[in-house]
């Protein structure tokens, strides 16, 4: 199991930054077409996708939001952090074995705890695929947690 220890609000400073990484696989783009229901073959079907601009399969745009989530809520500010809301512009297509690293930095302190963050997604290439800012209620507190483990799941 793995601990995740926040900052809250009062630690938060402007520029501190904070990252994470994670590769797109295969089961992963079944798992969130389950999960999502976007059943889009250009995720899907590899002849319907060659056929499109892209060329080739590409990931759903929203798993990289899924990702700026998962950076959000076990980085930076961490566990006790509430979603307020997300802009995104997708600058790239994610492809299915691209590197994804979210990079987050604190642009902006608010009152009332709210917090406004750089949310910057790139692949392995050094390529930015998604640009957005993201505004959060920070934690108050500082905690850790232990993140849960998650069951196996199989696809098929």
Excluded: W
Aim: hydrophobic share 40%; net charge negative; aromatic share 6%.
């Amino acid at each position: 199991m793995t601990d995740s220890t926040n900052t809250p609000y009062e630690a938060l400073e402007i520029g501190q930054t904070a990252s994470y990484s994670r590769t797109v696989t295969e089961r992963e783009i079944q798992l969130f077409a389950e999960l999502s229901g976007d059943r889009n073959p250009v995720h899907l079907d590899a002849d319907y996708a060659a056929k499109t601009l892209f060329k080739e399969r590409i990931a759903h745009g929203m798993i990289t939001g899924a990702l700026i989530s998962a950076a959000v809520a076990c980085e930076l500010p961490g566990p006790g952090t509430i979603y307020l809301g997300q802009q995104m512009t997708f600058q790239k297509p994610v492809k299915i074995g691209d590197t994804l690293t979210v990079r987050l930095e604190i642009l902006e302190k608010l009152p009332k705890f709210k917090v406004r963050i750089a949310t910057r997604v790139f692949n392995q290439h050094e390529e930015l695929v998604v640009d957005g800012e993201a505004d959060i209620l920070a934690p108050r507190k500082p905690q850790t947690v232990t993140l849960a483990a998650l069951p196996t799941i199989t696809v098929g």
